[in-house]
Each structure stands twice: as C-alpha cells, then as structure tokens.
C-alpha cells in the first residue's frame, strides 16, 4: 500500500517536473518573440543582464508576468516596494495628486514637502531636509554639505577646501553618480571611472584600528552604510558606529548615514542607527520613501544645515507636489497599519526557518541581518539558485556572488513567509551540485572571507554556520 503511493507520488513528481520544463520551453519561445524585449534588445543601452520575461503588474507581495505566471516577490523592487504593488493608499494618492499638479518648480512650495520634511524629521531624530530624486543623487548632495562644513572661518570660500578626506568603508556601495561612486569601493563600479574625487579613504569593515590609524583634523567625513547591502547584508557593529561617532566630533567631521537600503523601517526600525545611542549628523535616506515613486531625502541636523543658503544646491525635478503626497502616504501608511511590527516578527519567522534549511543544506554558511533585510551566505555561487527561484515562481537576488539577498515588503504575511520557506526549499533541493559546485573554492576570495578577516560581528540573524560547504 505504502509502496503503491510512493510511486504515485513519484510519477506525479515527474509529471509536473516534465510540465515545467514545457512551460519554460514555451515562456522563452514567447519571450523570443516578444517585440518587447526585441526592442530593448536593440535599442536600450546594454546595462543590465535580464531574463527574457516581462513583468506587467503586481498586487502586494505578488508580481505577474505577461503570460500570467504569479511570482512571490521577495526583492521589492531591490528595497523599494515597501508596501507591496498596488497598495490602494498609493494608488489613490498618485490617481487624485496627478490630476491636481505633478509638477510644481522649487522656486515655489507645494501643499506636501514640508508636512513630508516635519514627518522624517519626527522619524529620525533630525532636524532639517533636502529632497532630490534617488539615492545616488542624495549622497552626492549629502558629501557637498560634508564640504560646506569643512571649511574654516579663515579660508577663501572659492579656493580648493583644506579638509577634503573623506573616510569610507571597504565593500560599500553608495551609487552611480561621480561623488557616490568614488566613495564606493567596489572596484568594479569605481576603477573604470577613474579618476575620481579626490581624498577618499577606504578603511576595513567593522575595523576600529584601522578607522583609527585614517582619521585626523583632514576629514571631513566618514560615511557607511549601517547596514551594507550591495556587500552582501553586513551590519555595521556597535563598537565601530561608537568610534566613528566619537572621530568624527573629536575632528570635526560628519558622520553620515546612507540608510537607502536599509532605512525607513527595513530593519524593523524607523532607520538602521536607532539600535545605536547616538545618531549621525546626516542621514541619506530614498528606495521606499515614495511607495515606488523616485524620491531620495538627505536629513541632517540643525548646526549643519546653518552651513547652507540659497542658491548653493537644488534640484529640478527632487521634492515635486505627487511624489512627496505619495511619500507622506506611504510613512502614515507604516505608522498605521504598525508595519515595523509586521517588519519584526516575519523576519524573525524568515531567519528561524532559514535556520532549520541551514540544519539540512549544508552549502548554507551563514544566515545575517535585521528585519526584512536578510542575506543566507552560500559556498556555492547563488546565480543558479535564482534563477530557479524564478522559474518556480520566486523572486530573489544574489550579491556579491554567494549572498542570496531577501528584501520583501513590509506587508508579507505569516502564510507568505511559509511559501517562501517552501519555494526555497524546493530551489535548493533542485539545483544540481554540478550547477553551482565551480565556486566554492573563489568563495575564499568573497566577501565574506574579507568581513571575517575585519572581526564581523553582525546584526540579530548573524548566524556563523560554518565550518561547512
Ligand atoms: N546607497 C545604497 C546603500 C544603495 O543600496 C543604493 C542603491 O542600491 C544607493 C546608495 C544608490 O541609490 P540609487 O540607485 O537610488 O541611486
């Protein structure tokens, strides 16, 4: 009887194993005829490595494909769909504000930038506002603040700035635009730029020593992500958030905060530092802040914003009437529905079932993060597990090679964590030893060995697996 059922079970396996290879079959036919992708193929400049589907619309935690496959969305959008897609709130904002003005100039105010600017400054512990319109842009504009308040009562307000340095961290990223980008150490994005900004100093992760031995009266900044994402999911420890606090005051320098990916309730918190008992002077906030909308805010306190005066920065597009009401919407949205709560409690369910496949898959090495910002570090490369992810109907990403990297929506539910925890299964059950087996001795050279040689010390989920895989 019990054999009678198991080959049952097993035929029913092969079926719709055999299914699902037929249907992927048939997605990349219609794929390849899609004049879609045959146009972006053609005429988009080739930035990017895309799979050849097309998503059309998503609701909540869930996103469609033109065919109509449904894929649980644990990428948000890389951190930005905070609230899901199609939350009714934001799309009744942008409905009743794009018939009102979409766009208003800086030169005057609109009804939503400074109730939106009074909203991030109850949230951080800040005083004052700037918005431009994406990450990138906001940590450029953070580091010529970080250059106005270098500068010393006698020198010439138009020559070259004696305090220049600027002190970032080994594996961050900042973004693309010429500041962000020379303060991002990743090489592949910063060399073939060169030569960037001037005066920038990489010191190691999470090393105190080292922050130590590259501070003096030069510095004009230390900036870090409290919690690196691109890298791979590293928080930043206790110890050296204190010492970096206490250089930066001791020198006269800004400690700024680029919370883009790990702020505005990611962590389960308004912003990253507030697990920390001293705050930044700045802290640069975009991603969720506008429910999808391009939106990026730099907040700082009161002493630093007096360096600033009209006419010294701007934006034309940062901080329009539609954007900043859906922003606003999307924080009274948090406030309301208590999402930092919701951000706690799944993530803390994400890590205890990814603790459990961690017990049966031994290539898991270590699970790390806060929150719903959460990285399962592999010794096999994750390329291939994403790609299974999606052809199973699960969206994920993988950073820095061999972090799989899990950012969903504050609105998950408790049965939408246990689907994940059940595709995830199912994708590492399924990709072949072969299929990711090149990597594990590189992994020596990844990230992961470089934080461990810094002494990384990690958030809650920091979760050291290893000796393994
Ligand atoms: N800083 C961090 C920590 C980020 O994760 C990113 C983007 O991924 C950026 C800055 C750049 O933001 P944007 O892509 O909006 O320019």
Redesign the pocket.
């Known amino acids: 009887m019990r054999t009678t059922a198991k080959k049952r079970a097993a035929l029913d396996g092969a079926r719709q194993a055999a299914q699902r290879v037929h249907n992927q079959a048939q997605s990349r036919r219609d794929a390849k005829a899609d004049h879609r992708i045959v146009d972006a193929d053609r005429f988009l400049l080739p930035t990017y490595k895309r799979p050849p589907l097309v998503f059309s619309h998503g609701r909540g935690a869930y996103l469609f494909d033109a065919t109509g496959k449904k894929y649980l969305d644990f990428l948000g959008g890389?951190?930005v769909n905070a609230l899901g897609h199609a939350h009714p709130q934001i799309v009744k904002t942008i409905r009743r504000e794009a018939a009102r003005a979409i766009h208003l100039s800086n030169l005057f105010h609109n009804a939503y930038q400074g109730p939106l600017a009074r909203k991030l400054a109850e949230w951080s512990g800040l005083d004052r506002v700037f918005f431009a319109n994406?990450?990138?842009?906001a940590?450029d504009g953070a580091l010529k603040l970080a250059r106005l308040c270098s500068r010393t009562p006698g020198e010439r307000p138009n020559a070259p700035a004696r305090k220049h340095h600027i002190v970032a961290l080994e594996n961050s990223?900042?973004?693309?635009?010429f500041g962000?980008l020379s303060v991002t150490s990743t090489e592949k994005y910063r060399l073939p730029f060169a030569p960037s900004l001037p005066g920038v100093q990489f010191v190691r992760f999470n090393d105190v020593a080292d922050l130590e031995s590259k501070f003096d009266d030069t510095v004009s900044a230390i900036l870090l992500?409290t919690i690196?994402?691109?890298g791979g999911v590293y928080p930043v420890s206790e110890s050296f958030w204190n010492r970096a606090r206490a250089l930066a005051t001791q020198h006269g320098a800004l400690l700024i905060a680029?919370e883009?990916?790990?702020g505005l309730g990611r962590t389960g918190r308004y912003f990253a530092y507030q697990k920390f008992s001293s705050k930044p002077d700045i802290a640069?906030v975009?991603?969720p802040l506008a429910g999808g909308l391009?939106l990026?805010a730099i907040l700082t306190s009161e002493a630093v914003a007096g360096h600033i005066s009209p006419g010294l920065h701007g934006t034309t597009f940062g901080g329009g009437p539609l954007v900043c009401a859906t922003a606003l919407v999307a924080l009274e949205t948090i406030d309301r529905q208590k999402l930092l709560a919701n951000v706690r409690e799944r993530g803390g369910e994400i890590c205890a079932g990814l603790e459990k496949l961690a017990a049966e898959f031994d290539f898991i090495r270590e699970i790390r993060g806060e929150g719903l910002m959460i990285g399962i570090e592999l010794s096999r490369e994750g390329g291939p597990f994403v790609t299974e992810a999606l052809n199973r109907g699960l969206l994920i990403n993988c950073t820095h090679d061999f972090t799989l990297r899990l950012l969903p929506p504050f609105i998950i539910t408790r049965a939408q964590v246990r689907e994940f925890l059940n595709l995830l299964e199912q994708v590492f059950r399924a990709v072949p030893q072969s299929a990711a087996a090149a990597s594990s001795q590189a992994h020596t050279k990844s990230a992961q060995a470089a934080h461990s040689a810094a002494g990384f010390q990690g958030g809650p989920y920091a979760h050291t697996l290893t000796p393994k895989g």
């Open positions: 890389i951190a994406s990450g990138t842009e940590i990223f900042h973004g693309r635009t962000a992500e690196q994402g691109e680029d883009i990916q790990c640069v975009a991603k391009p990026g």
